[in-house]
């Protein structure tokens, strides 16, 4: 069984900052990439960044470029993502997952294991 655990969200104002964290834990995985998701109310989930497990290669949604940063420890098992010049637009619950077979996937069809989430709330 893999675990896939998030943390760090919460409430914060416009312009503000947030680094949520991923943990991942359980059996051995073959782990090509781990990507961030978010999900508004009424919306679909969307792509948010992801990061390619072995070399570092990074890639983001165009609405946080600039903003937002994906990073990995490879010895704790963990993904994060730094959330700087937040917007309301940015409320979301955000997904950790793991793609097993593509190290550039940004297609929610390409990943196979999924944390449960963590809610961001930006007010104006």
């Known amino acids: 069984q893999v675990q896939l655990v998030e943390s760090g969200g919460g409430l914060v104002q416009a312009g503000g900052s947030l680094r949520l964290v991923c943990a991942a834990s359980?059996?051995?995985?073959?782990?090509?990439?781990m990507g961030w998701f978010r999900q508004a109310p009424g919306k679909e989930r969307d792509f948010v960044a992801r990061?390619?497990?072995?070399?570092?290669?990074?890639s983001y949604a165009d609405s946080v470029k600039g903003r937002f940063t994906i990073s990995r420890d490879i010895a704790k098992n963990m993904v994060y993502l730094q959330m700087n010049s937040l917007k309301p637009e940015d409320t979301a619950v955000y997904y950790c997952?793991?793609?097993?077979?593509?190290?550039?996937?940004?297609?929610?069809?390409?990943?196979?294991?999924w944390g449960q989430g963590t809610q961001v709330t930006v007010s104006s």
């Open positions: 997952a793991v793609s097993t077979s593509q190290v550039t996937a940004i297609r929610i069809s390409l990943y196979d294991y």
């Open positions: 990061i390619s497990w072995s070399s570092g290669s990074t």
């Open positions: 359980g059996r051995t995985f073959s782990r090509a990439a």
